[in-house]
């Protein structure tokens, strides 16, 4: 199977007081730039770094890893859009399927994107997520068949994978990532995210 990796790095962080949420760092490494290495190391089909707000910056950052570099125009209208820009720049790909993944969840890794591609081959499922915890809802990382395709392209608003995995629940299997509920849209939780991964540095050690 031949599948693409969405990477949604579009926003303008307006909840960090504009800071790029993107170029956040913990030990050295930029959320941007952890993301696009995990998609690139899992070698399942190309990688698509939907850009927007802060674009030249954010680009810089990942400038030297193969990926596509789509600027969304229309980034403030919502995640709908740079879905559809990412969908577009495949366009001329052959893909059996999609992953759509955002920046801001500091602990998705190359092996949880590998999870939900099993899971896909173990269960025939159009769609896989994430289940964010035993009582959490299901999210992103999700992987698409590509039939769903169209679905994205007629989405608008601020509106994204989760709706899709809603309304075609039948066709959905899910993998449990209780950190997927870990993300960074305060400074507070950037704050617990960098001590955290000193921690767990220290223990490495």
Known sequence: MRIATIILAAGSSSRLGGEPKQLLTANGTTLVRRIAEAAVSLQAGPVVAVLGANSERIQAEISNLPLYYPINPNWAEGMASSLQVGLTALSDEPLDAFLVVLTDQPY?????????ITARHETGRGIVACRYGESGHLG???LFDIRYQSEFMRLTGDVGARKLIRMYANDCAEIPFPLAAIDLDTWQDVDA???AERDKQQTEK
């Open 108 to 116: 998705v890794t190359t092996e949880l994107l590998q999870q939900l």
């Open 193 to 195: 995210w960098r001590e």
């Open 140 to 142: 992103v990382p999700a």
